[in-house]
């Protein structure tokens, strides 16, 4: 019997519309004449959704009892007796009731497709099993039901449900996917949106390896061996050096340049497993690739470039990564081609990135403008004179005739310009003597002596220094030139560096005092300002100067304008060094310049701030204070006067009168009091374990509101917040006053309170107007009353000292919008089991 076809509907989270296109899609299969039966729908209460079973059969469900409740299950031996063609079978990673004939219904369905009937069947990407631990951190809540990968990776097709997360929290919010009273809850929690973004991706990622995986199949079945640019994979050859971290990020953003990009990481290691010279480095790389999101591998190979290449087409490597050689030209020169050469030429269809390095090189330094030629090449031209000379001296003697001589004369000319070329004035110098009395001694009568017997010959050794003397002027002056142009290059380079590290972010001071130490290669560079080190780089740096620096270093001090003095701490400077610290001197003071004038504007920043608050203070005070001070005043004038008799009943009247407004004012002086401390970092927060309903309790019972006012849901495993009870009370009171004055007359505000992921969450919730979420922010600055034009309702400090007491608790407090218009404040604060 043929085994029945499996097709899954992947859904990234509750909600999608996984059941919704699964039963769309077997209405489809109907009117195109096939028989389809539901074998098991789960409506979850969605009008949509369950009209769309009206025109489907559906096998009735199986009916058991477990612990006294009743259980509906899916009667598989009803649905195998009915044969259909087409089964619906919802929610695969479903656990069923105990006592049935299979523990989970994805082995019904197994039973189905052995059976030869195709199944059409829907999952969520929290119940795949691989993905379990993911999911978990992701939203904090475990999954006890959980579906095996190679079960889902056997589907004969598989396809992802997709909907955004704000249209499917825009879903929720509406109603469509869970009952009112459950949708605040929700959206505070699992439905988080970067809770969804990640679910959404985890079910994007799973798919795309899955139809990877079959390629890869497809590609074996069918013997096709060149790679197929599906996506963007791309190698990084790792040696364990230093330079591993750069290749890593340059491959990573490589691979982050195309949607669905993999990083892979390789080491290739000797037979002998010698070839890393840094395991710490590697065990690093190894973690890095983890945290960028990559794999690592480890293969053996005595050929390394071909072992690369090798793993990478193993890989279907797309792009491949490797360090730039640190070889020397001459160790180049003598060793054959390199690493990167042979992998190029290896590679083939892959392309390949050969990455520049620190390693590669030493730190950025400026050349020596000192002697044209250095003393490399100077010794080279001496060496190149005392090995060729004897040498072309032995070739000469060895072929010599009568009629040669010229031939001798032009050999030893060619070599004095050799030996010029490459060492410059002495090295010539020395070999045009040398050739000249060589020449002399064996070529010249009388033989073997150095007899000058024609003047012609002390004519020719002349020419000889003549021409070694001009042939080593050019190349002097040559080599001059190249190097006045690296040495102009390069210092264009460091005020670029200089530049550039000042505009990317970086400490100014801090950049200038390394670039300018690396550049002229010293031991420690410091800037002292006012006898204090601001700035040093280098050893050793610390201390004054006298017992900061070793006795034999060279010390050499720039004045920096009249702020201080650099210091330049081993070796002594040239002139045109002397003259590019200048230019170094006058950035660093235009940097401690601007720093100080940086500093002075958020200094005047600061007193701007402190103005407007005081000026707002002093507008609000100028009734809010006011006005209960009148108050009081004039009760307490008219109960001391003796004009006028007072019955008794207006006495008390007084007396309340003067209470409430003694009452009103302290607390306005309390709220501005706590202000301040706030502002200044003052504030006394005492952290203990507290139970929140004690906290909302008392707040009800300060605010004098009860149930026909606030609705309260706070949930059973709630548990304790670490928080400063009496601070927390407040804003509680602040948060309720607040909603419960904005919402329209016959709404109830809803106060909720859940612990997610270590957190213990307070929503506030009303239906009032809301605020535009332009102006979200100022809600939360002293002295701001939006939409309030009465002058009952105090000074403006309410959500400022709130926010200011939920921060000094370890706390957030942010506004949200409320489904179907309103607002919603959230506090959110460590629970304190957690916190311990």
Do not use: C
């Not at 769309?52 to 199986?62: D, H, K, N």
């Not at 005047?604 to 402190?610: C, K, N, Q, R, Y």
């Amino acid at each position: 019997m043929k085994r029945g076809r499996l097709r899954v509907l992947l859904g990234a989270a509750p909600g999608v519309g996984k059941t919704y296109t699964m039963l769309e899609e077997g209405k489809r299969l109907v009117g195109e004449g096939h028989d389809v039966v539901v074998g098991f729908v789960e409506t979850h209460g969605r009008r949509a959704t369950a009209a769309m079973t009206l025109g489907l059969e559906i096998v009735p469900r199986r009916s058991t009892t477990h612990r006294g409740m009743a259980i509906d299950e899916m009667d598989l031996d009803a649905v195998l007796a009915r044969r259909p063609e087409v089964a619906l079978v919802d929610e695969l990673a479903h656990t069923n009731a105990p006592g049935s004939r299979n523990a989970k219904r994805w082995q019904d369905v197994e039973e189905l497709l052995d059976a030869g009937v195709d199944v059409i069947s829907t999952v969520n990407t929290q119940h795949i099993e691989s993905l379990g631990d993911v999911v978990l951190q992701i939203t904090g809540v475990p999954q006890r039901e959980t579906i095996p990968d190679r079960v889902l990776r056997a589907a004969d097709q598989i396809e992802v449900v997709d909907l955004a997360p704000q249209a499917l929290r825009d879903r929720l919010s509406s109603g469509l996917v869970y009952p009112a009273e459950r949708i605040d809850a929700a959206l505070s929690n699992y439905f988080r949106l970067g809770n969804l973004t990640a679910l959404r991706e985890l079910a994007l990622l799973w798919l795309a390896d899955e139809v990877d995986s079959a390629l890869k199949a497809y590609r074996a079945e069918h013997g096709i061996d060149h790679k197929w640019e599906a996506r963007e994979r791309v190698v990084v050859a790792l040696t364990g050096g230093p330079e591993g971290e750069t290749l890593l990020r340059r491959g990573a953003r490589i691979a982050q340049r195309s949607s669905g990009g993999e990083l892979i990481a390789v080491h290739v290691t000797n037979p002998d497993g010698m070839r890393a010279r840094d395991p710490g480095a590697l065990d690093r790389q190894r973690t890095l690739v983890e945290q960028l999101g990559g794999t690592f591998h480890q293969v053996v190979g005595e050929d390394v470039p071909r072992a690369l290449v090798e793993f990478a087409r193993s890989a279907d490597a797309t792009q491949l990564v490797i360090g730039v050689s640190r070889r020397s030209r001459l160790a180049a020169a003598f060793s054959g081609p390199g690493i990167g050469a042979t992998v190029i030429r290896e590679s083939g269809d892959i392309d390949v990135h050969i990455v520049t390095h620190a390693a590669a090189g030493a730190t950025f330094s400026l050349p020596r403008l000192g002697g044209a030629l250095s003393r490399k090449r100077l010794i080279a031209g001496f060496a190149l004179a005392l090995v060729a000379g004897p040498l072309l001296s032995w070739l000469l003697f060895t072929f010599h005739t009568e009629t040669s001589i010229t031939s001798d004369v032009l050999a030893y000319q060619s070599l004095v310009i050799v030996v010029a070329l490459v060492g410059g004035i002495w090295p010539g110098l020395f070999a045009a003597v040398l050739s000249g009395l060589t020449l002399n001694l064996l070529f010249v009568a009388p033989l073997y002596t150095l007899t000058i017997a024609d003047p012609r010959q002390l004519l020719a050794l002349l020419f000889y220094v003549a021409n070694a003397l001009l042939v080593s002027y050019v190349v002097d002056q040559a080599a001059r030139r190249t190097r006045e142009a690296r040495r102009a290059a390069a210092e264009s380079q460091l005020l670029a560096t200089l530049a550039g590290s000042v505009l990317r972010g970086e400490d100014a001071l801090q950049a200038m005092i390394t670039r300018t130490r690396e550049a002229f290669g010293l031991t420690g560079v410091r800037l002292v300002v006012d006898g204090e080190t601001l700035v040093a780089d280098g050893e050793p740096v610390a201390g004054g100067r006298s017992d900061a620096h070793r006795v034999d270093d060279h010390v050499t001090e720039v004045p920096i304008g009249t702020y201080g003095v650099l210091e330049l701490h081993g070796g002594d400077l040239e002139a045109s060094e002397r003259r590019l610290l200048q230019v170094i001197a006058n950035q660093l003071e235009q940097a401690i310049e601007h720093g100080a004038l940086a500093r002075a504007a958020e200094t005047a920043d600061a007193l701007a701030e402190t103005d407007r608050v005081r000026s707002a203070l002093l507008a609000a005070v100028g009734h809010d204070l006011r006005r209960p001070l009148t108050s009081a005043s004039a009760a307490v004038s008219a109960l001391r006067s003796d004009e006028v008799e007072l019955p008794p009943q207006q006495r008390v009247e007084l007396l309340d009168t003067a209470a409430e407004s003694l009452d009103a004012l302290a607390e306005l002086v309390t709220n501005l009091l706590d202000v301040s401390r706030v502002q200044a970092g003052a504030l006394a927060v005492t952290l203990a374990p507290t139970e929140l309903a004690d906290v909302v309790f008392a707040a009800l019972d300060e605010l004098g509101i009860g149930p026909g006012e606030v609705e309260l849901d706070l949930a059973d495993e709630l548990r304790p917040v670490l928080a400063d009870g009496v601070l927390l009370q407040r804003v509680v009171v602040n948060l309720l006053a607040n909603a419960v004055r904005h919402s329209p007359a016959g709404e109830r505000v809803r106060l909720a309170a859940s612990t997610f992921l270590g957190r213990v969450e307070i929503r506030v919730v009303d239906r009032g107007p809301g605020i535009p979420p332009e102006r979200r922010d100022e809600v939360f600055t002293p002295f701001q009353r939006l939409g309030d034009t009465d002058n009952d309702t105090g000074l403006g400090l309410g959500l400022a000292l709130s926010k200011g007491f939920v921060e000094g608790m370890d706390g957030t407090l942010e506004v949200d919008d409320t489904p179907g218009g309103g607002l919603t404040m959230v506090v959110t604060l460590p629970a304190a089991e957690e916190a311990r």
